[in-house]
């Protein structure tokens, strides 16, 4: 039989106390901050995914910081576009009522310093800034869009913003696409048949009574010829614009129609103001379809600008949403089940009385006890 010393007892009992008073105190800081998970090893897979929470937490608080500034950024542009939509409509309104010939010069010379002052708050409103930065400048936040006279010094640059995972968000228009007039006109009015024998063919299939008179001639790009020479079956050289009778292009005579240049809010506003103190009522009618393509284009700009702020909007929703998510989630991993976890305590204060009890039964012995 194996004999028990009293050291062997010492060591059993002391590792018996160490662990129950180990896993009481693990018990007690898990109810202090009613979390389960208090380092790595207590759940190494639950650890990764709460790093991973705590990664696209910090990623969602600089989306939603960028969203407050798109959402600040859109709602100056949207204000500057619709102070600038009124101003158009309020220069419109002028120039209806100045464009009949019941007013004096004199009434036009006065109401054409109002066109001077709303000239003035429209370059203030092209000049706006937020901050220190320029809203209409594109890129060149920095500089000065317009001038006095109206001429643009930004870019065409667009500044996106991430709002979300892989979504970006341009947060600026530029002040050419603002204030000035659409590009998209055509370089030339002229119709790709005009002067082309095809056009008499064409006009012949729309009305077969002008047969007649389309016999008499035929067409060429640059003169008429008889049509008795295209009976006798010669071939007829059709000269290009700007051919001369050896063949060779004559540079001064090719001529195009060239697009007519991009007008401005301001170069409009400029105009009425001259045919005001000028006294030309025609001039004034002709500028009415001009500030019509102004509301129009402005419009359209400010619905583009809801557009985008609501894309905003729903993007800091979904941020908002996945936060939600991701907190319940690590809620499930890192938080502990409160009436288990003072139960377990409960529990291991138990167990360790006990432990206390019978370890003082067995420490205490004196030699008398063994001699019994």
Same mark, same amino acid.
């Given at each position: 039989m194996t004999r028990v010393s009293e050291g062997s007892t010492s060591h059993a009992i002391n590792f018996s106390l160490g662990k129950a008073k180990s896993h009481m105190e693990d018990l007690q800081i898990k109810g202090s901050n009613l979390k389960k998970v208090q380092k790595p090893?207590?759940?190494?897979? *639950?650890?990764?995914?709460? #790093? @991973?929470? +705590? /990664? &696209?937490?910090?990623?969602?608080?600089? %989306? !939603? +910081?960028? !969203?407050? %500034? @798109? &959402? #600040?950024y859109l709602e100056y542009t949207e204000q500057a576009i619709s102070d600038l939509t009124e101003l158009v409509s309020k220069a419109k309104e002028i120039a209806i009522g100045q464009s009949s010939d019941i007013y004096n010069p004199q009434v036009r010379e006065s109401v054409a310093k109002e066109i001077n002052q709303l000239r003035t708050q429209a370059l203030g409103i092209a000049n706006r800034r937020v901050g220190n930065r320029y809203i209409f400048s594109g890129f060149k936040t920095l500089t000065r869009p317009f001038d006095e &006279? *109206? @001429? %643009? /010094? *930004?870019?065409? *640059? +667009?500044i996106n913003l991430e709002v979300g995972k892989d979504f970006f968000v341009a947060v600026n228009m530029n002040g050419s696409e603002i204030f000035y007039e659409t590009a998209d006109r055509s370089l030339s009015t002229k119709k790709p048949l005009d002067g082309t024998p095809f056009e008499d063919l064409k006009k012949f299939k729309e009305n077969p009574e002008m047969m007649p008179e389309l016999e008499e001639t035929a067409v060429n790009p640059l003169e008429r010829v008889p049509a008795s020479n295209l009976n006798n079956n010669e071939k007829v050289e059709l000269k290009k614009p700007g051919q001369t009778a050896d063949g060779k292009i004559n540079p001064e005579s090719t001529t195009f129609d060239e697009a007519p240049a991009r007008q401005s809010i301001f170069d409009h506003l400029q105009s009425l103001e001259n045919a005001l103190l000028a006294n030309n009522p025609e001039v004034i009618h002709t500028l009415l379809e001009r500030f019509d393509e102004h509301f129009d284009r402005l419009v359209t700009m400010r619905t583009r600008v809801g557009a985008l702020y609501n894309s905003v909007n729903n993007s800091e929703g979904n941020i908002e949403k996945e936060n939600l998510l991701n907190e319940e989630y690590k809620s499930r991993i890192q938080d502990a089940d409160v009436a288990e976890l003072f139960s377990d305590i409960s529990k291991q204060n138990s167990v360790l009385q006990a432990s206390y009890k019978a370890s003082s039964n067995l420490l205490n012995r004196t030699l008398l006890d063994f001699i019994r």
């Open positions: 090893s207590d759940d190494p897979i *639950g650890n990764v995914e709460l #790093m @991973a929470i +705590r /990664s &696209k937490k910090v990623d969602n608080d600089q %989306y !939603t +910081r960028n !969203t407050n %500034y @798109a &959402k #600040m &006279k *109206g @001429a %643009y /010094s *930004g870019d065409n *640059g +667009r």
